[in-house]
């Protein structure tokens, strides 16, 4: 069966189309499970540090002016 790796920077429409006509196997390569990793770390000290980052502790769009709680962040983190 075909797989479709994703690594963060050869994703074409072409595989799109693969991935929506045929089955595949999606895997994430190693290396972008790594990046994110790392990102999701700098992310979080900023959050424990207080510091905005907007569309991750606060609102969107006309909410964006809008923070969120530590038990609001807490349970939203659960959710997705």
């Given at each position: 069966?075909?797989?479709?790796?994703?690594?963060?920077?050869?994703?074409?429409?072409?595989?799109?189309?693969?991935?929506?006509?045929?089955?595949?196997?999606?895997?994430?390569?190693?290396?972008?499970?790594?990046?994110?990793?790392k990102?999701?770390?700098?992310?979080?000290?900023?959050?424990?540090?207080?510091?905005a980052?907007?569309?991750?502790?606060?609102?969107?769009?006309?909410?964006?002016?809008v923070?969120?709680?530590?038990?609001?962040?807490?349970?939203?983190?659960?959710?997705?």
């Amino acid at each position: 069966m075909d797989q479709l790796v994703i690594d963060g920077n050869s994703l074409v429409l072409n595989d799109l189309r693969r991935f929506y006509y045929k089955k595949l196997i999606v895997m994430i390569s190693e290396d972008s499970i790594n990046r994110v990793e790392k990102l999701r770390e700098i992310i979080l000290k900023q959050i424990k540090s207080g510091k905005a980052i907007y569309g991750v502790n606060t609102g969107f769009d006309k909410l964006s002016n809008v923070s969120m709680k530590d038990e609001d962040f807490t349970s939203y983190d659960k959710t997705f």
